[in-house]
């Protein structure tokens, strides 16, 4: 079991957090923005950065050459769906995508690129000290920002119904 802090501060547990999450056994912050029974879009439970999504799947696989070409498929047209709807509500205009073959269950991070971000040249380099900072910046403010922004993702989702 892994013991983490979620960006409420409440202390969450899990066995594997992208099979949980996947199976509805871990609720990310306000819910799923989508979620086709196979990939799943939503906030992470940890990185408190308004717009930041997580595309999940429901296979314990690490790397995307487990993925079978329809799968592969599917999953680009989801994320460049993410993407664009993204942008489209204003969180963003960039997005910094990361995956990493280390952990354990595969996942794309999809960071939007914020103003404030400029302090640390927006570059990928500096993603620890990004995530440090919206960890340490977390306030009343930016949860209602990031909540609303789950929210408004959702009903992007909805109007499009894809
Ligand atoms: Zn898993």
């Given at each position: 079991m892994t013991k983490v802090n979620d960006i409420f501060g409440n202390e969450i547990e899990f066995e594997c957090m992208g099979c949980e999450i996947a199976e509805h056994k871990l609720i990310p912050p306000g819910g799923y923005?989508?979620?086709?029974g196979f990939i799943n879009i939503s906030a992470d439970p940890e990185i408190p950065i308004v717009g930041f999504m997580v595309l999940g799947i429901k296979?314990?696989?690490?790397?995307?050459?487990?993925?079978?070409r329809d799968e592969r498929i599917h999953i680009m047209d989801v994320l460049n769906t993410t993407i664009e709807k993204m942008k489209k509500i204003n969180i963003c205009e960039e997005v910094l995508l990361i995956q990493e073959e280390k952990a354990s269950h595969f996942h794309i991070w999809i960071v939007p690129m914020h103003e404030w971000m400029i302090n640390f040249n927006k570059n990928v380099r500096n993603i620890k000290e990004i995530i440090d900072y919206s960890k340490e910046n977390f306030d009343e403010k930016t949860k209602d920002d990031l909540l609303n922004a789950v929210e408004l993702l959702k009903e992007e989702f909805k109007k499009s119904n894809k």
């Open positions: 923005v989508y979620d086709d296979k314990h696989v690490k790397s995307i050459n487990e993925l079978t």
